[in-house]
Nanobody, 123 residues
Framework: VQLQASGGGLVQAGDSLRLSCAAS????????MAWFRQAPGKEREFVAT???????VYVDSVKGRFTISRDNAKNTMYLQMNSLKPVDTAVYYC??????????????????WGQGTLVTVSS
């Protein structure tokens, strides 16, 4: 499956952004989808995941601010990001795969990756 992330940009603290991840090539709803991010000088970290049935898991630092969703009819996943903070600055990557339960928050659990979209939050 090919993934194309979009929607990043430069915003101020407290603003909102919505990222999109468009999928093509294989049946989208066969896959568990996820967002990861990588801040400058840091390792890539898990942000959120959504199962085929819509169950969601978030990293603690974004709970209550970010919402992951998917539209299987449009082969698209979203990440609504509200109340953005400077620490959210990173390249955001979307991923698709069929990870086992213990790897849903690990990047090695996902086979397919988008190219990343940069989110910059200024203070």
């Amino acid at each position: 499956v090919q993934l194309q992330a979009s929607g990043g940009g430069l915003v101020q603290a407290g603003d909102s952004l919505r990222l999109s991840c468009a999928a093509s090539g294989r049946t989208f709803n066969n896959y568990i989808m996820a967002w990861f991010r990588q801040a400058p000088g840091k390792e890539r970290e898990f942000v959120a995941t959504i199962s085929r049935s819509g169950s969601k898991v978030y990293v603690d630092s974004v709970k209550g601010r970010f919402t992951i969703s998917r539209d299987n009819a449009k082969n698209t996943m979203y990440l609504q990001m509200n109340s953005l903070k400077p620490v959210d600055t990173a390249v955001y990557y979307c991923a698709a795969g069929q990870p086992i339960t213990s790897t849903t928050m690990r990047d090695y659990g996902y086979r397919y990756w988008g190219q990343g979209t940069l989110v910059t939050v200024s203070s």
